[in-house]
């Protein structure tokens, strides 16, 4: 998959089907606008997501600039959808300023030779979010590309958004949030080394320190997944406050993973989470922990099983 990332500066020599929006999350009303342009790449035209690097809320210092997908999952997911070009486009100041039509004259129909154009009925873009679907539409005879426009996906009696999934990641619903999202909610990160308590305590675990802007759920113990590589492996994971060197704590999501032995320091982790089990916890001994944690993964070696079946 090809990314352009960080630039205003690039031109495409070949036809594209372009995805248009925000992608934070991306849920199931998402990828039914990836769908969308992969039907368009059968027919010989490139898949081309374009996304922003950043949300408008976090360039005007709005909310908390947590996301639900990070910008190395984004990709993850995108590169296993058959994407073939990925465009991050800066979100600044400048940028945000340009007219919605020469933004659609100057990008999505010049330097990306757009030729089909998928986004959502809420689409926003350009000066004062004036862009959207409706104006692309009446600019396509002029530019030369086809729009379709896909309406909210409604689950579960709800219109599925963003928004809407980060209530329920903030909350630990994690299956709620696995329906809405089409894939388990997951965290990524490098594997470090922490220290090494659980393996004194029999329970070795791995760790990963996610990035800062990343939305996790409440601090507790979950039933996972984790990918490493082409390996699945079957955990359980605690996400929480961890001591560091200096002194501080930063939060890391340490898991356990049934059934294996080996090292897997320095590799991607993805951590799938499936289910909330349990809110984090202080422990009288290093006892009591020790049988918490054991029951924590027979409870999770139960989950496994008839989730298997």
Do not use: W
């Not at 690097?53 to 999952?73: C, M, N, Q, W, Y």
């Not at 928004?163 to 329920?168: A, G, P």
């Amino acid at each position: 998959m090809e990314i352009i990332a960080d630039s205003l500066e690039f031109q495409l020599n070949r036809e594209t089907a372009i995805a248009i929006g925000k992608f934070d999350g991306v849920h199931i009303g998402h990828r039914r606008l990836l769908e969308e342009i992969l039907a368009k790449k059968r027919e010989g035209l490139e898949a081309l997501v374009f996304t922003f690097d950043i949300s408008p809320a976090v360039l005007f210092g709005a909310g908390d600039g947590k996301v639900l997908t990070t910008r190395e999952e984004k990709r993850r997911i995108f590169r296993e959808f058959g994407v073939d070009i990925l465009v991050e486009f800066p979100m600044t100041m400048e940028t945000v300023a340009i007219e919605p039509e020469d933004f659609a004259r100057r990008f999505l129909s010049g330097a990306l030779c757009g030729r089909f154009i998928a986004a959502g009925e809420d689409l926003s873009f350009g000066r004062y979010g004036r862009g959207n679907a409706k104006l692309l539409l009446s600019l396509a005879d002029e530019l030369g590309f086809e729009i379709k426009t896909i309406p909210k996906v409604k689950l579960q009696d709800e219109e599925v958004s963003s928004t809407l999934i980060r209530s329920m990641v903030e909350q630990g619903r994690m299956q709620q949030a696995k329906d809405f999202l089409g894939e388990p909610y997951q965290v990524t990160g490098r594997i470090v080394h922490g220290h090494h308590m659980g393996h004194s305590l029999g329970f070795p675990t791995i760790n990963i320190l996610p990035p800062e802007e990343k939305l996790l759920p409440p601090f507790g113990v979950y039933y996972s997944k984790v990918r490493v590589g082409e390996a699945l492996y079957l955990g359980i994971t605690n996400i929480g406050k961890k001591p560091t060197v200096g002194g501080g704590e930063q939060t890391g999501v340490e898991t356990f993973l049934y059934d294996f032995e080996g090292d897997l320091y320095e590799q991607e982790a993805e951590v799938y989470l499936h289910e909330f089990l349990r809110p984090e916890r202080r422990f009288e001994s290093l006892e009591a922990l020790k049988e918490q944690i054991a029951r924590d993964v027979h409870e999770g070696r139960r989950y496994a099983s008839e989730n298997q079946r």
